[in-house]
């Protein structure tokens, strides 16, 4: 078996990972979960998001969680306002998880205080997108994140 090595940046420190179906493979679609209590917001995700992408979306943490589990989405656009397990619990239990700990996730909330942003990021997010945005900014934010999975620095 072929390993991949992937560059993880955790604070100012470089650390080499080997790891296995990491990120999206070259030409192949991302497979990408929204997380929203407002079926607004998932319509216009669907308009940006459905030519490019493999979108699915649900309303709350828990269903959130389940289809992590069962699927492994490339990437989450995750809302912090959720009933019941709202965004920071979510992300962290998805980071806490192995088989589950390398998943993107991008927080895209109006909660956007520096305080708001810094919970996001200790939770694991990989980035933090405030509402509300346009088009490019959210498509610039996920090819950023899914280009950063998919780069390898070096391969046996």
């Given at each position: 078996?072929?390993?991949?090595?992937?560059?993880?940046?955790?604070?100012?420190?470089?650390?080499?990972?080997?790891?296995?179906?990491?990120?999206?493979e070259?030409?192949?679609?991302?497979?990408?979960?929204?997380?929203?209590d407002?079926?607004m917001?998932?319509?216009?995700?669907?308009?940006?998001?459905?030519?490019?992408?493999?979108?699915?979306?649900?309303?709350?943490?828990?269903?959130?969680?389940?289809?992590?589990?069962?699927?492994?989405?490339?990437?989450?656009?995750?809302?912090?306002?959720?009933?019941?397990?709202?965004?920071?619990?979510?992300?962290?239990?998805?980071?806490?998880?192995?088989?589950?700990?390398?998943?993107?996730?991008?927080?895209?909330?109006?909660?956007?205080?520096?305080?708001?942003?810094?919970?996001?990021?200790?939770?694991?997010?990989?980035?933090?997108?405030?509402?509300?945005?346009?088009e490019?900014?959210?498509?610039?934010?996920?090819?950023?994140?899914?280009n950063?999975t998919?780069?390898?620095?070096?391969?046996?």
């Open positions: 078996m072929q390993a991949n090595w992937k560059i993880l940046i955790s604070c100012s420190n470089l650390i080499p990972i080997q790891v296995a179906n990491f990120g999206v070259m030409g192949s679609v991302a497979n990408i979960l929204g997380v929203d407002d079926q917001n998932h319509e216009i995700l669907q308009e940006i998001l459905d030519s490019k992408y493999k979108l699915h979306c649900v309303y709350r943490g828990e269903e959130a969680y389940d289809f992590v589990l069962s699927k492994h989405p490339d990437l989450i656009l995750l809302d912090i306002n959720l009933p019941k397990m709202n965004g920071i619990e979510l992300c962290k239990k998805i980071k806490q998880q192995k088989e589950t700990a390398n998943t993107q996730i991008i927080f895209m909330s109006a909660s956007a205080s520096d305080e708001d942003i810094r919970r996001g990021m200790a939770a694991g997010a990989d980035y933090y997108l405030p509402k509300p945005f346009n490019d900014q959210l498509l610039q934010s996920i090819e950023k994140i899914l950063k998919s780069q390898t620095c070096c391969e046996n």
